[in-house]
């Protein structure tokens, strides 16, 4: 295979009339797989396109490997691309859609039939090469797509929700397909997704996209962690986010600390931020118990359970203390607390946990 390419991306702008990206800057490692996470209609779709040179940009320039290709048409930039609909040849075989970008630029029939076959085994289709499209599972259906886009050896490999219509089992296997390739292969990925748990088992780095702009970029940790606005604390499924404002803790020489007061509450926090602030616990770092709160505890606090939420091996607890924040246990720490809807409990966390921005 040949060797990964860095991508930049500089005030990169598309106007499409009904859709806009706004200056666009991300520098992408070469041989790093870079996750694209946003909603629906964030323009993810559309900067991977402008990425592989299919809409003409308003502004901007593109990098590869410190090359401007800005304007050089699809053909010449040396990227793959697949799509979340595969967009698969009904009229050929597994093996004529592998070989179809390598006859485009004329390869010996040699060449293609040991590429298509190397190919195929790497992705485990290789005994599906004389089957038609449409006798293939979604899941046989897209690692074609993949050997189809990988076969033509790619500086950069784009990837639009490669996972998205596949079942969870499959979409699990091919998580760790994607993963072991890039491992193997240390192609530059840039794996587009709505779904964070996916861009957080795959990603090095993820870029949130909202509204046509990149609102922030990090690891998987940072993301996850300390979000930079209230949309991607959200987004993130933070899930406890509050508004309110700082002062000064007495006790704090270094000034690191801060007591954050919200509703009828005051939180002690790691912060040296001032004035109106967002602060977010992520339900996971709430400890939650059935003892009785002793007097002067930081960040400790006593409510009543309003609502129980299992998700398969977890459960999400609300408790309304005011405010209300959401806890979470596993079921078998559930059963075994004997918790229920209108149970009184005391809830705390570390001034560690508590992440505040503006």
Known sequence: MTQSHSLTLQNLTIDLDTF?????NLDIAAGEYFAILGPTGAGKTVLLEAIAGLHMLKK????????????CPPETRGIGFVYQDYMLFPHMNVAENIAFGLKLRKAASQVIKTKVNHIGKLLNIDHLLHRAPISLSGGEKQRVALARALVIEPQVLLLDEPLSALDPSTREQLQEELRHLHNRLNTTIIHVTHDFEEAQALGDRIAIMNQGTIAQVGTPEEIFRTPASEFIAN???MRNIFKGTTRPNKDNQENTKATIAFQDIEI???TTLKGQVHCTIRPEDITLSTDILSPGQINCFEG?????????????LTVAVPPTFTGLLTMQTLKAM???EGTRVTLSFKPAAVHVFK
């Open 268 to 270: 002690t926090a790691l």
């Open 20 to 24: 806009y990206l706004h200056d666009i």
């Open 338 to 340: 004997a918790l229920q």
């Open 235 to 237: 987004f993130v499924g």
């Open 60 to 71: 901007g320039t593109l990098l590869l490997h410190g090359e401007d290709v800005t304007n």
């Open 304 to 316: 009543k359970i309003t609502k129980i939420t299992p998700r398969g091996a977890i459960a999400y």
